[in-house]
Every structure is written in structure tokens, then in C-alpha cells.
């Protein structure tokens, strides 16, 4: 052993430490590593920097900016709604809807482009089901690493097998689907194991929640609670009266917020509404008053929201507060001739002057003055308008501004499948088609090119361009080499099926530092010439290597697992627990399919 690979292997052993210890943020880490390596004189200064451009960073930056141009558009909305209706409100139905969906896209799309195209996706329907993007996001990419052993064109590994495999003349190339057996099984058995166990292993993080918090605007308005949805059944007095005829029937601490007429939802809805059967009610009040409401006009109060779920979600709509300024022209007019739902799609709640905060009446008899704050629920679209008003001051701030593009939905769409067709094509390079898409979505106006900056994970990047130099290390000092030659001169005298197994094991932890690129490249030559020797099938044993190239859970080390790091709040602890036992599983399925059908 020479002193660079003893050097080299120290700074291994010490990254892996800093990973399990979270001592220094991962990217942190990762810049260390870079810049060691780099004074050590271990690489040049090409080969530390090489991560930057290398391929995997340009893919990752375009599929960003792709997913983020779908999103703004409104494709990932009905992307959503279609796993809505697939997963319904269940947990582990929205799990598996979610993981099988990523594992069939990213069996063509590759694992980072398909769990970057549904990241959105996540985003939104966490919102709207209230469901932690932590407990939809690890079995996304999981699933989605899965799904590159799919087919021969998911994963790096495959593709580069295929090729070497040809130039070697070791037999006829692989197929397009001749990885489907054990991919498929692999798939489904990481949705079971997702879906019905590891669910409850999976951690809960708080999410950014956007506008008031119902909590705050409750203690200080002195209305909120929780949204509510009730049916006006066929015998409630309330059929043929306006709206505004029950506003003042009802206690003060009760809003209605949205109104559903069997063909449209209103939100906020006129005062001059027509109730009538079976129309349905958004409220937003405590649970104790809307029972009484629901009581007193025989009302029928809906388990969950459904037809309102949508409008609801703190993705479109919430409570925010508005100040009159001393430059208001609205300051000496009376509130009830603001008419703000008529004319801004905004619904006053309530009115705080000072400390006291005033509902119903007599907030519509109070006379504005400079200082007052309106509490107001609205969509965010039309609170953002809002703030371009001068007579108004909008003070709430953390909610989405943006507003989606529809009109470029279908722009979008042709180009992400414009972008799925020329990944499929081997004439073109992934990085190549992936930037190509994301150009597409700038120069077409379905992203702005200061939004395709923002929607950039810059600490995904500077980890992965961090550790790829690693990775360069080891194979150029010969470190990675005799780390695996000198476990395979174990092998002499066992079984092809032991040796397949530990083939496996040895690839899987090659994998978790470096490269699965690297990996393959590797170790196929070694395993090539083990079968040789040993009388086993060459195909076979290279196989394992690519498909258990792609057996990365049990570190954030992966580019999926990367990505889905910060997003998901996840810890390394996180990956551990769960990685461990998916990483059994793949073994164990893996190895035997591959086995009985290569």
C-alpha cells in the first residue's frame, strides 16, 4: 500500500464520519474533501474541479429547472390531481401512487429527472392533504433508484455495461427489457415494503406553511379555527336565502369562505349567492361552533374537504393582514362600502384597532383609519394584486407571489416530452437533452430565467461536485481496486450463487463512495475475470454489478438521495434505518432473480 492510498483512504474514512456525525453539513463536507485532495497534490487542479462540469451536475441543473418550469405552468396540478384520484387521502395509498409513479418514470426518464419532475408534484398534494413532504419524498427516490434497473436505458451503469459488454465481445447486448424481471420485482416489493411498513419509520417535519397561521389569526381576530365543509341537505332553512341573509343569522366567529353550487366553486362567494340543495359550504370557524351551525340549519358536516380541497390548499389560498397607511384614500370611509370581495376577491374578516379587534356589524359600521388591519382571506393571486394598490399595505409576505401560466401548459408539455424522447435517443447525451429541455422552457416563457436560477439546489450542487473528485481519487491511486481485489482473492472454492451475493455486497458499498458510474467501471473487468476463472457466466456476474450499482440507500451519497436531502428534512440517521433494511431487501431479491433468469 502506498502513502497516497493510505492518505486517500484516511480522507474517506473521515468524510464517512463527518456524514453519520453531521459535525459539518454535508456540502460543507463535500467542499473540504475537494479542497484537500486538491492541496495534497493527490489531483490536479482540473481533476478537483472536474465535479463542476461534470455531467451529472449539468443533468441535475436542467432537470431543476425543467421540474420547476412544469410547476409554474400548472402541469404538476394535474399531475396532482391524477395521484389524488389514484391515492385518494390515504397515507399508504399516496405512498405507493407516489413510488410506483416514479419508479415506471424514472425506468426512461432517469431516477434524478423523474423525482425532479414530481418534487412539485409532492410539494403541492402535501399541501393540500396536510401529509409532511418527509413521509412521500424517501419513497419517491427510493423507488425511483429502483426504477433505473428497469429497463437498460434507466441507469448509467446499464447503458455503460451495454456498451463495455459489446466492445469486449462477451455475447449479444442486453435488450432493451432484459433488466425488467428483477426490476419490476424490485419495484413492487420496495411500494409494499414503503406502503405498509417502513411508513411509520419514516419522520415527520414541519413544513413551511404560508400567509397566518389560523392559531395566530384566531387569538388576534378573534375568528379562525380549522376549514370545514358542510352540505346544505334538502330540509335546511337555509334554501332560498342569500348569503348575506345568513352571514347575519350566524355567530360572527364563523366565516364562510367558499361556496360550491354543483357546477363551480366561489371563494370568496358573492353575498347575493342563492342557497339551495346540496350546495356545499366552506366555513372556517373551531369545531365547536360549526357543529352548533350544523345543528341549528341541519347541515350534514363532510369528514374531510373534498370539493374544496383543492381551493383551500395553503398553496392557493390562506388569512393574511392588510394595513390602511396614512396615505390611504379609503381613511374615513365607512368598511361596509369597501366591498373588497366585489372588487379585490378579497373577504374581510375582521378589523383590529389597537388591541381590539372588531367582527360582524360592527366592524361594517366602523369608519377606517390610518393603522387599522384588516384581517382578510383571499386567494393568493389576488392578494398579490392587491399589493400594487397604494391605498392598501399588505404586511403579510411569506406566501407564493407567483402566478401560474397556464396559457404555456402545453408549451411545457411538448417540451418535456421532446426532452423524454432525446434522453430515450442514445444519439444524444443526457446532459445534452436535459439542458436542451431547459433551455426550451426559458426561451418559451414558461420560466423566467430568474426563476430557473432560484429553482436551482445549489447545495445539491456543490455536494455532488464535491464528492465526485473522491471518487477520481480512488481509482487513480489504485485505492478503489485494491480495496475490492483483495476481498474477491477470498472467493476461490465457493458457489456461483455466493459469490453472486457478495459480488452484490461488495458493489453495493463501493457504490456508497463513489460514483455507481464509477463502481461498475470498476469492478465489471474483475468480475468478468472472476467468472472466467471460476467457470460461472460473465453476463451474469457483470448484471449484478450494474443493477446492485443502483442499491444506494443507506447514505445521502446517491444524486437522488441528494436531492431529496433539505427538501425532505432528512438525516443521515434517516437514510440508515430505513436504507439498511431496503438495502437487505434489494440484495435478497436481486441477487436470486438475476440468478434464475440472466
Known amino acids: 500500500m502506498t502513502l497516497s492510498m493510505i492518505f486517500v483512504l484516511t480522507v474517506l474514512v473521515c468524510t464517512i464520519i463527518l456524514f453519520i456525525t453531521e459535525w459539518l453539513r454535508t456540502d460543507v463536507t463535500a467542499l473540504l474533501v475537494l479542497t484537500i485532495l486538491g492541496l495534497s497534490g493527490i489531483l490536479s487542479p482540473q481533476q478537483a474541479f472536474a465535479g463542476f462540469s461534470s455531467s451529472a451536475i449539468i443533468s441535475i441543473i436542467a432537470v431543476m429547472i425543467i421540474g420547476a418550469g412544469i410547476d409554474r405552468v400548472g402541469l404538476s396540478n394535474y399531475l396532482a390531481q391524477l395521484i389524488l384520484k389514484l391515492g385518494g387521502r390515504s397515507e399508504s395509498r399516496l405512498i405507493a401512487a407516489h413510488a410506483f409513479s416514479a419508479g415506471l418514470l424514472a425506468s426512461f426518464l432517469r431516477n434524478v429527472g423523474a423525482v425532479a419532475l414530481l418534487m412539485p408534484v409532492i410539494s403541492r398534494i402535501s399541501m393540500r392533504t396536510q401529509?409532511?413532504?418527509?413521509?412521500?419524498?424517501?419513497?419517491?427516490?427510493?423507488?425511483?433508484?429502483?426504477?433505473g434497473t428497469v429497463t437498460m436505458v434507466g441507469s448509467g451503469p446499464l447503458i455503460i455495461l451495454n456498451e463495455f459488454m459489446a466492445s469486449a465481445g462477451h455475447g449479444e447486448q442486453y435488450h432493451l427489457f432484459s433488466v425488467a424481471p428483477v426490476g419490476l420485482t424490485l419495484l413492487i416489493a420496495a411500494?409494499?415494503?414503503?406502503?405498509?411498513?417502513?411508513?411509520?419509520?419514516?419522520?415527520?417535519?414541519?413544513?413551511?406553511?404560508f400567509g397566518v397561521r389560523k392559531t395566530y389569526f384566531r387569538n388576534t381576530y378573534g375568528i379562525g379555527g380549522q376549514f370545514f365543509e358542510l352540505t346544505?341537505?334538502?330540509?335546511?332553512p337555509l334554501i332560498g336565502m342569500s348569503l348575506k341573509e345568513l352571514e347575519t343569522k350566524i355567530h360572527n366567529n364563523i366565516a364562510?369562505?367558499?361556496?360550491?353550487?354543483?357546477?363551480?366553486?366561489?371563494?370568496?362567494?358573492?353575498r347575493k349567492s342563492i342557497l339551495k340543495a346540496h350546495f356545499k359550504l366552506a366555513c372556517l370557524a373551531d369545531e365547536k361552533r360549526i357543529s352548533d351551525f350544523a345543528k341549528e340549519f341541519n347541515l350534514a358536516i363532510e369528514p374531510r374537504l373534498k370539493k374544496f380541497a383543492e381551493v383551500l390548499s395553503p398553496a392557493r389560498t390562506g388569512l393574511s393582514e392588510v394595513v390602511i397607511p396614512p396615505s390611504s384614500d379609503l381613511i374615513g370611509q365607512q368598511v361596509k362600502k369597501l366591498k373588497m370581495r366585489r372588487t379585490h376577491g378579497l373577504q374581510l374578516l375582521a378589523v383590529l384597532r389597537g388591541k381590539t379587534s372588531?367582527?360582524?356589524?360592527?366592524m361594517?359600521?366602523?369608519?377606517?383609519?390610518?393603522?387599522?388591519?384588516?384581517?382578510?382571506?383571499?386567494?393568493?393571486q389576488d392578494l398579490s394584486r392587491l399589493e400594487k394598490n397604494e391605498s392598501y399595505l399588505v404586511i403579510t409576505s411569506d406566501y407564493p407571489k407567483e402566478h401560474q401560466h397556464l396559457e404555456k401548459r402545453w408549451y411545457a408539455l411538448a417540451i418535456a416530452l421532446f426532452t423524454l424522447v432525446l434522453v430515450i435517443l442514445p444519439a444524444v447525451p443526457e446532459p445534452l437533452s436535459l439542458m436542451t429541455g431547459a433551455v426550451l422552457m426559458i426561451v418559451t416563457g414558461c420560466i423566467p430565467i430568474?426563476?430557473?436560477?432560484?429553482?436551482?439546489?445549489?447545495?445539491?450542487?456543490?455536494?455532488?461536485?464535491?464528492?465526485?473528485?473522491l471518487g477520481t481519487a480512488l481509482q487513480i491511486t489504485g485505492t478503489a481496486q485494491w480495496l475490492t481485489q483483495g476481498i474477491i482473492d477470498l472467493l476461490h472454492g465457493w458457489s456461483t450463487l455466493e459469490i453472486a451475493f457478495l459480488i452484490g455486497i461488495i458493489t453495493t458499498f463501493a457504490t456508497l463512495v463513489m460514483t455507481n458510474v464509477g463502481a461498475t467501471l470498476l469492478l465489471v473487468p474483475i468480475v468478468i475475470h472472476l467468472a472466467t476463472e471460476t467457470g460461472a457466466d460473465p453476463r451474469l456476474f457483470a448484471l449484478i454489478v450494474a443493477v446492485c450499482a443502483s442499491n444506494s440507500f443507506l447514505l445521502p451519497s446517491h444524486q437522488v438521495n441528494t436531492l431529496i436531502t433539505g427538501p425532505g428534512g432528512y438525516r443521515i440517521s434517516d437514510f440508515i434505518k430505513i436504507g439498511s433494511v431496503m438495502t437487505v431487501i434489494f440484495l435478497i431479491i436481486a441477487i436470486p432473480v438475476l440468478y434464475w433468469t440472466t
Open 358 to 362: 372588531r367582527l360582524g356589524d360592527e
Open 256 to 270: 364562510i369562505i367558499g361556496l360550491y353550487n354543483e357546477k363551480e366553486i366561489t371563494s370568496p362567494p358573492l
Open 450 to 469: 430568474e426563476s430557473a436560477y432560484q429553482s436551482i439546489s445549489w447545495r445539491t450542487v456543490f455536494l455532488l461536485a464535491g464528492l465526485i473528485p
Open 232 to 236: 346544505i341537505t334538502p330540509n335546511s
Open 364 to 380: 361594517k359600521a366602523m369608519t377606517l383609519r390610518a393603522g387599522d388591519t384588516l384581517g382578510v382571506f383571499s386567494p393568493w
Open 131 to 147: 401529509t409532511s413532504k418527509s413521509r412521500l419524498l424517501m419513497p419517491v427516490a427510493f423507488c425511483a433508484i429502483i426504477g
Open 191 to 209: 411500494v409494499l415494503f414503503f406502503a405498509l411498513f417502513a411508513r411509520h419509520w419514516l419522520p415527520v417535519t414541519k413544513e413551511k406553511r
